[in-house]
């Protein structure tokens, strides 16, 4: 198994930038392909962005595309999401997850993951 912390969110204006991190713990990050999500009150948990074990391969919701980039150091067990160009959106929860890096496909639904760290708040404020 493999343990997920995520620490980084918190409130920023709108146009502003701000780095989610991801901390694994336990078996060996590179086993695992990561994504990140997120979730605003009421509606379904939507994908951001993936990335495949090596760091090789990335993959990103349209919405966010040339704003967000999703990156990994293996080396420090961290993964890790940088938003920039950030729009005024409802508070949201972003959520770091990970399956198996054997797993086949892109690893856009939130079906995919077996491990998911606790979501910190991300608010944009116009």
Do not use: H
């Not at 912390?5 to 392909?33: K, M, W």
């Not at 938003?83 to 929860?93: F, W």
């Amino acid at each position: 198994q493999v343990q997920l912390v995520e620490s980084g969110g918190g409130l920023v204006q709108a146009g502003g930038s701000l780095r989610l991190s991801c901390a694994a713990s336990g078996r060996t990050f590179s086993n695992y392909a990561v994504g990140w999500f997120r979730q605003a009150p009421g509606k379904e948990r939507e994908f951001v962005a993936a990335i495949s074990w090596s760091g090789r391969s990335t993959y990103y919701a349209d919405s966010v595309k040339g704003r967000f980039s999703i990156s990994r150091d293996n080396s420090k067990n961290m993964a890790y999401l940088q938003m920039i160009s950030l729009k005024p959106e409802v508070p949201a929860l972003y959520y770091c997850a990970a399956r198996d890096r054997s797993a086949l496909g892109a690893g856009v639904a939130y079906s995919e993951y077996d491990y998911w760290g606790q979501g910190p708040q991300v608010t944009v404020s116009s």
